[in-house]
């Protein structure tokens, strides 16, 4: 499709287990956000690539906290030994340089 | 660095009334600024942007103005409806910043009808 893919839709799991997100950006799209979202909450920002320099990871939680991209394509943001608090939306976006974002409707994670 | 402050919410507002969500930036260059809006239960959409001073960007009877002399870019609606009811992020970004979006804490607005 035309628009920002992300998958799975939803993922519950159990605490203490891996889990992996991923995110399929529009074609050409050198920008790359993963972002989350609790309820009723804003945006917080997780990490941010762009184009082949090195990766912006300063909003990362912690260190169970990790994403890779490869070139302009695919993203996956991991999420090692979860905890009940990493519930939330986990929002994907895509850009040009400078341009407006494009969000994917996200994965709803829930920890049990 | 860069930042983005909205006004708090929720912001109630009776259908017709006329809408204002205060957005102030600090940014070190010249950024280009946007509105993105998130319905109830959808994801977030660009709703309107500016790139330079003076410029007015609209979108769905929504209004903006890129004021560089106070930094700011506030959202104007002249009458509301309930479809509007949403949260409403202001954002910015910059060169100086990487290009990397800078995004406000959003502002909740519930239109009664």
């Known amino acids: 499709g035309a628009g920002v893919s992300q998958s799975p839709s939803n993922k519950v799991t159990e605490k203490g287990k891996d889990v992996e997100l991923r995110c399929d950006p529009i074609?050409?799209?050198?920008?790359l956000y993963w972002y989350r979202q609790r309820l009723g909450q804003g945006l917080e920002f997780l990490i941010y690539?762009?184009?082949?320099?090195?990766?912006?990871k300063s909003g990362l939680p912690s260190d169970r906290f990790s994403a890779e991209r490869t070139g302009e394509s695919v993203s996956t943001l991991t999420i090692q030994r979860t905890q009940q608090e990493d519930s939330a939306v986990y929002l994907c976006?895509?850009?040009?340089?400078?341009?407006?974002?494009?969000f994917g409707d996200g994965t709803r994670l829930s920890i049990l | 660095g860069n930042s983005v402050t909205q006004m708090e919410g929720p912001v109630t507002l009776s259908e017709e009334a006329f809408l204002t969500i205060n957005c102030t930036y600090t940014?070190?260059?010249?950024?280009?600024l946007f509105w993105y809006v998130q319905y109830p239960g959808e994801g977030l959409q660009l709703l309107l942007k500016?790139?330079?001073?003076?410029d007015k960007g609209s979108n769905k009877g929504f209004e903006a103005t890129y004021r560089k002399e106070t930094t700011s870019f506030h959202l104007e609606k002249g009458s509301v409806q309930v479809s509007d009811s949403a949260v409403y992020f202001c954002?910015?970004?910059?060169?100086?910043?990487?290009?990397?979006?800078?995004f406000g804490a959003g502002t909740r607005l519930f239109v009664k009808a």
């Open positions: 976006a895509s850009s040009l340089m400078n341009q407006p974002q494009h």
């Open positions: 074609s050409g799209h050198t920008a």
């Open positions: 690539f762009q184009g082949n320099s090195a990766p912006d």
């Open positions: 940014a070190t260059g010249y950024p280009s």
């Open positions: 500016a790139t330079k001073a003076d």
């Open positions: 954002a910015l970004s910059d060169r100086t910043g990487g290009f990397k979006t800078i």
